[in-house]
């Protein structure tokens, strides 16, 4: 798909009067924004796994962002990350900041505010992790236990189903941080599975509309895009179960991992296409494929939810990597299952869906299950 950008200056003065509607910043940045600052700093140096130091001396995640922080900005993250509860990170805010100021004579903050706040985060830290080691199998597993098949498919017998019920997935022994910082790649195995489609198609900027339901012309352009491509059907603006919207995301912003049919419970299949290319993070992730897709104005990546008997696909859980530089626009499109009447809904349980690009078959997904 490629994004013509001829009218890219009238669309840069919507964004711009989108924006100032949105963030009416007459009067800020007010606390709030400084706390949402604050949360974003210290989300980003929890996932990216950051050292404080590094931070404060102005390289966030490789990049020189030239802004180099004082000891009271770094005594504010430090509180900040303490009563987020993110103990260690706090910690080494303050000890910077404490750092600073011995030896580098910030004047910024008192010593005594630096040196109690410290010591009170090692108190709540120790508190925290000295009474018998935290376990969080448990909250995960709740989190992440099997969801309920959804009403009106097929009943399985249950000695098939013990046989083909996947084996418990433990999302827990899934490694976001690892997949966002580029350390946990997919396995040839799962990279087989994989696979890309060139695609040529039109989209001109001025269509794009920001924050705001798409128009019906742009609707019908992305809806013959995403069809062509998945044989998979998108129903004209006025047939959607749910608006298309561009989705505008900056600095700090992410997503935990989820299901989409969390929220969308026949959303078969997750269109997601980007219009931008963020300059740091913003990855979406797939933790079962130990995956993430780098956004690229003009791509899109496509994943089943479900498989072809409406069961979800647990395998789908995905969210995206905090943006640490840059800003990030996306349009989910949600294809529901009630709109394939030309699919053939199979039965068998764990079977998924024949995968086809361009009207051709991909390649047809054995009943297995990894
Ligand atoms: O923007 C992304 O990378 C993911 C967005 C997403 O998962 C969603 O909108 O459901
Ligand atoms: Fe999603």
Known sequence: MKINHSDGNSL?????????????????????????????????????????KDIASGFLNGINTKIVLNARDCFLLGQFAVFMTFYRSGMQWLEYALHLKQN????TIQLEQVSDALAQAKIAHDKRYSAQ??????????????????????????????ILRPPEVHYITKDTHGICQGRVQPSPDET???????????????????GEELSPETHGVLRQIVERISGLRVPDSSGMLYDLHVLSHTAGDYYPAHLDTDEHPTALATFLIYFSEVSKGGESYFLDANLKTVPKKGSAVMTYNLYSCGQNDESALHGFCPISFGEKWVTPVWIMYEH????????????????LVNGQSKYKHQNEHR
């Open 133 to 162: 080691k935290w376990d969080n199998t448990r909250y995960f597993r709740r989190r992440f236990a099997p969801l309920s098949e959804p009403t009106g498919t097929q009943k399985i017998h249950p000695t098939q189903e013990a």
């Open 192 to 210: 087989k599975e994989l696979f890309c489609c060139p695609y040529q198609g039109h989209l001109r900027a001025r269509d794009i509309y920001v």
């Open 12 to 52: 840069q003065k919507r964004i711009s009067r989108y924006l100032e509607s949105v963030y009416n910043i007459s009067n800020g940045p007010n606390q709030a924004d400084y706390d949402a600052a604050l949360c974003s700093i210290i989300n980003v140096q929890y996932v990216y796994n950051l050292a404080a």
């Open 104 to 107: 580098k004579s910030d004047v």
């Open 340 to 355: 394939q009447t030309h699919l053939q809904c199979l039965s068998e349980p764990y079977l998924r869906h024949e995968i």
